[in-house]
């Protein structure tokens, strides 16, 4: 017998099922080189839900690849989600392994309104502070 919820809807956006390839990287100096591939599942505005082959874990910062008509579904994320080198950020919230050694991973797409909680500047940030450097 199958479970029906009841319950309010947790969700803040409606999930389309959309299955698109899709490529990332975890955010962090070891591994920012290493290109991750998979596949996207569902989108809504504010995240997605992806399957790829490599481990992740819960709070990585990930930028992610995939066709930007993937975004233009969901209207408004490609307005409020924060764009950088032409790929999406957002927080991995859950990671969890399947069967046949892929994970499911959950996303959440950082804002342009949130705090720069990725520690991503643009260029400028570093020619700026290396200028101030070499005054000292």
């Known amino acids: 017998m199958e479970n029906i919820y009841k319950g309010a809807e947790r969700r803040k956006f409606v999930r389309l099922d959309y299955v698109s390839p899709l490529a990332c990287k975890v955010c962090k100096k ?28 819960k709070n990585d910062l990930l ?9 233009n579904i969901c209207g408004d994320a490609e307005k409020r989600s924060l764009i950088y080198q032409n ?7 859950r990671a969890e392994q399947k069967n046949d050694g892929t994970y499911d991973i959950g996303i959440q797409f950082l804002t342009r309104e949130e705090k720069n909680l990725t520690y991503i500047y643009p260029k400028s940030y570093f020619t700026e502070k290396r200028q101030k450097n070499a005054k000292k």
């Open 30 to 57: 070891e591994t920012v080189s290493k290109l991750l591939e998979g596949y996207t599942a569902n989108i809504s505005q504010s995240g997605l839900l992806c399957n790829i082959k490599d481990k992740v874990k």
């Open 63 to 71: 930028w992610l690849s995939f066709d930007r008509d993937t975004l």
């Open 87 to 93: 790929g999406v950020i957002g927080k991995v919230v």
